[in-house]
């Protein structure tokens, strides 16, 4: 006669619960993610992740011949590839923690937990794709990085935005979504622009306006949608710091057309608690972590405007 093992049921209930607890707020929190295109592992292509990724077809005005196949033109692109790779974290808990908090704090673990790892997701796709990719912009008069200085004609407003995207609608590449392209911005690139009188923040538009908002969203203008978040680049907190300018932070704002990057689905996701640690002689304390494998690469260079500039929120001198 069978007998059920409670214990072990319980156990593999809870681990279920906190797997999607953290997928949840893994991909509430994710910004960058979403604007990427998605690729696809083929069965047994192992860790491999494809993206098709084409330019456009050159144009012709001959007219066809009756009978004659049309000449077949080569398509730039193709197959792009990138691998899996594998991140992880994890936070140790007391045993004297864990034996005095309250009832659900291991739910508010997993959530800061989640966060984390949406952060470290958002700062791989910036790093890989964003942060040295694209075609550069220096904000005002400046040429490079180095002739960047604290001057209001130096900052990320407008003009900005629009030379950005002028560039992109100049190289034929498509809105990234809804007819429209996206600039992801620091809260202090984005200070003046959200003070322009054209700006329609976020809480005006309507059910017309778009299919989705944005994680992240604040407003559009001139056909550019805005999202805010830290994880766009600034010498204040960045490490890339060669050529920046001497006498003002430098801060970098990313307008985005189809086919900027490509990312993966989360694959492998695995939250890992052990209460105690085994590693603890005396069960002195427990740990929580996650695993997961993710891949993105650039796709088209073309489709993404790096602008640089100085914020007139001038904090960081």
Request: charged share 20%; net charge negative; with cysteine.
């Amino acid at each position: 006669m069978a007998v059920n093992d409670t214990a072990g049921m319980s156990a593999t209930l809870m681990k279920q619960y906190w797997h999607e607890k953290f997928l949840d707020e893994l991909r509430s929190n994710l910004v960058l993610k979403d604007l990427g295109q998605v690729g696809t592992v083929p069965a047994g292509d192992g860790i491999t992740v494809h993206w098709l990724s084409m330019a456009d077809m050159s144009l012709h005005t001959t007219a066809a011949t009756e009978g004659t196949d049309p000449t077949e033109y080569t398509m730039s692109g193709g197959d792009k590839t990138a691998t899996l790779t594998p991140y992880n974290d994890a936070i140790k808990l007391s045993r004297h923690l864990a034996k005095t908090w309250i009832k659900g704090s291991m739910d508010q673990v997993l959530d800061k937990l989640a966060r984390h790892a949406a952060n470290k997701m958002d700062r791989v796709i910036r790093d890989i794709n964003l942060q040295a990719s694209g075609i550069a912009q220096y904000a005002g008069t400046a040429t490079t990085r180095g002739t960047l200085g604290q001057s209001s004609v130096m900052t990320f407003d407008i003009a900005e935005a629009r030379e950005a995207r002028e560039t992109l609608e100049r190289a034929n590449v498509a809105p990234l979504r809804d007819g429209f392209y996206v600039c992801v911005a620091h809260p202090d690139s984005l200070f003046d622009v959200e003070g322009d009188t054209n700006w329609r923040d976020v809480v005006k538009y309507d059910s017309r306006t778009f299919t989705n908002i944005l994680k992240g969203e604040t407003g559009e203008i001139h056909k550019i949608r805005f999202i805010k978040t830290t994880e766009a680049w600034n010498s204040a907190v960045g490490s890339w710091n060669i050529a920046q300018s001497a006498s003002a932070t430098v801060f970098q704002s990313y307008v985005l057309g189809d086919q900027c990057y490509g990312v993966s689905e989360l694959e492998d996701v695995d939250i890992i608690v052990k209460d105690p640690a085994p590693a603890s002689n005396v069960n002195g304390y427990s740990t929580a972590g996650y695993y997961f494998a993710f891949a993105t690469r650039p796709l088209e260079s073309s489709a993404t405007i790096r602008v640089e500039s100085v914020s007139s929120v001038n904090d960081y001198s």
